[in-house]
């Protein structure tokens, strides 16, 4: 079993993103269960099309949880994808966080964590100790950093590295990086930017995803690209990353920047 997980700043496209990798996954003929680590619990909305489904953090202040099922938590989407959504508390109250950390406790409980890969598309913005539970605790052995050009989704990109570097000197964690993906913002020479700070931290760039109007369609459809579009270049792009993420074998610690390394690093590629 192949466990991912997929970090980033919110709003980067990482759920887009881990979405259509689970339907290209889904597409090898593989057993998917993806898991929506974020409080906006909208992870697997594309899958269900269009379906929120309920989260485990609800059920569990609805019906607690010795009466919760795995039919409850797990629901198949698309390409008979699994999907599971943590779910988060209501504005202002409680830690985000404990969501995560209940899901896993639960999903470990009705022994649903399995197939032949675990997507876990994790919230990046802040590393706080509910949203490190998959690295923490061993769970994802591969984390994939997506980011784009821009300085803030480069600067939480280098927070999460900082993350792993620390984690994995403990000896209950396995988790390493797999690699960068770049969800573009078509800003000027952003793959080279990109494929640069990976390098930085002893890294590399998997995969380019370039930035289409096909994505919002299909999103507006309630699909994912792999669906709505599977012939397209777009699709052709997400089919491309899971392969490369199925047959990665190649993972590192990395080397986060310092915070001045990295505005200087940004000056580099801005055109003044």
């Known amino acids: 079993m192949k466990q991912i997980a997929l970090y980033g700043k919110g709003g980067i496209g990482k759920s887009t993103t ?8 889904a597409g090898e003929n593989l057993d998917i269960l993806q898991i929506g680590c974020d409080p906006k619990h909208d992870s697997t909305r ?8 309920p989260t485990v953090l609800d059920l569990i202040r609805e019906r607690g949880d010795e009466n919760i099922t795995v039919d409850d938590v797990v629901h198949r989407g698309f ?33 649903a964590l399995k197939g032949d890969v675990i997507v876990y598309d994790v919230l990046g913005d802040v590393v706080c100790g509910g949203f490190a539970m ?13 980011t784009s050009g821009e300085l803030m989704s480069i600067y ?45 931290i002893n890294s590399r760039l998997i995969a380019y995803i370039p930035r289409s109007r096909v994505v919002q369609v299909a999103e507006l459809q309630k699909q994912t690209v792999v669906e709505y579009a599977p012939e397209s270049d777009q699709a052709a792009v997400y089919q491309e990353l899971a392969r490369t993420i199925q047959r990665n074998e190649t993972t590192s610690i990395p080397t986060p920047l310092e915070m001045d ?3 200087s690093f940004a000056l580099e590629f801005v055109q003044v």
């Open 18 to 25: 881990a979405a259509n990798l689970s339907a290209a996954l």
């Open 46 to 53: 594309m899958l269900m099309h269009g379906t929120w489904i």
């Open 79 to 111: 390409g008979g994808v699994r999907c599971v959504e943590a779910g988060g508390p209501e504005p202002g109250i409680g830690c985000a966080g404990r969501g995560i950390i209940a899901t896993f406790q639960l999903l470990e409980r009705l022994d």
């Open 134 to 146: 998959p690295m923490r605790e061993g769970y994802a052995q591969e984390v994939y950093l997506v």
């Open 156 to 200: 939480a990109a280098n927070n999460i590295a900082k993350a792993i570097a620390r984690l994995s000197r403990r000896v209950r964690s396995r988790c390493t990086l797999g690699g960068v993906i770049c969800n573009a913002k078509n800003i000027e020479g952003e793959q080279e930017l990109v494929e640069e700070f990976a390098r930085r």
């Open 261 to 263: 390394e990295l505005e």
